[in-house]
């Protein structure tokens, strides 16, 4: 009788002691999930019981609390790029806008047939930017919206390639850039998006018109490896990577919302491929795979 009460004792004893270590890790817990959130650190929770399932809960805690912050760092960077686009978007905006205004005003204070013929043709160039700049931002809030899965058919890549040079030689000329077109003649097909690959072809010549110094190499490999190339001495301190930012810019673009090879580059993955950027000896040069 003596030892089964002693045994109680014992028993109660170890489970007194084992809900008094229960109970501090669960106080440990919440005052270092609070601390957490409070102070907005990486450390990770700790607990002083050794109990299995008390350790598998500050895991998970720690795990949510990792993922919590990683959601918070992307909430953060993209309201800062929010805000950031806003003022760009703004600024290239009003700026084709102010010089229509004025030019609009000027004709109507002349009567003199060559100066509306120059106001005009200003107003078209400037009207042209401001078309440029809206479609742009159109077109990546309609990225954003759309499912993540597009549409995939057997595509000519040769074709679809040749198509965006031939679209873009007025563009390419008109700021003394003539193109290096190397075009394997074996045909390539692939499984993609024939409207996205377009818009990517027309993103990266976008991209060169405003950035090249005045060439441009693009080659089609028998691989099926794409690269655009041009020399682009502007770029010297910028990180290639970079450039694939949304709304970044350099200081020498002009009339950019920044937005082009950010969707570019989300296109390609959509079609399951990479694009990727690199600047050596002033030379800049995407790669696109599939």
């Not at 450390?43 to 949510?64: G, H, V, Y």
């Not at 075009?183 to 377009?198: C, G, M, P």
């Amino acid at each position: 009788m003596y030892f089964v009460i002693s045994l109680l004792v014992i028993i109660i004893i170890l489970m007194a002691i084992k809900i008094y270590s229960l109970k501090l890790s669960a106080k440990e817990l919440s005052e270092g999930f609070k601390k957490r959130l409070e102070q907005d650190s990486n450390q990770p929770l700790f607990i002083s019981s050794r109990d299995k399932d008390m350790a598998k809960l500050a895991e998970t805690i720690n795990e949510q609390l990792l993922n919590l912050r990683k959601e918070h760092l992307r909430y953060t960077r993209g309201d800062r790029e929010l805000k950031t686009a806003i003022t760009n978007v703004s600024h290239d905006i009003r700026t084709p806008l102010t010089a229509i205004c004025g030019y609009l005003d000027m004709i109507s204070k002349t009567d003199n047939e060559d100066k509306h013929s120059k106001y005009i043709s200003i107003i078209k160039e400037r009207a042209s930017l401001m078309k440029q700049l809206t479609e742009e931002l159109f077109h990546y809030s309609m990225m954003l919206s759309e499912e993540d899965d597009i549409e995939m058919e057997n595509v000519f890549v040769n074709r679809i390639l040749a198509e965006s040079i031939s679209s873009f030689y007025p563009a390419l000329t008109e700021k003394g850039i003539e193109p290096k077109v190397e075009l394997t003649d074996k045909r390539i097909e692939r499984k993609l998006n024939q409207r996205a690959l377009s818009r990517v072809f027309s993103n990266l010549l976008n991209n060169a018109v405003k950035y090249s110094d005045g060439d441009l190499e693009i080659k089609l490999s028998d691989s099926g490896r794409i690269t655009f190339s041009n020399t682009s001495k502007a770029l010297r301190t910028i990180d290639a990577e970079q450039l694939f930012d949304r709304f970044f810019t350099v200081e020498t673009a002009h009339n950019s919302t920044g937005l082009g090879l950010s969707i570019a580059r989300s296109l390609v993955a959509k079609m399951g491929g990479t694009i990727s950027a690199d600047y050596s000896d002033s030379k800049l040069t995407f790669t696109i795979e599939f």
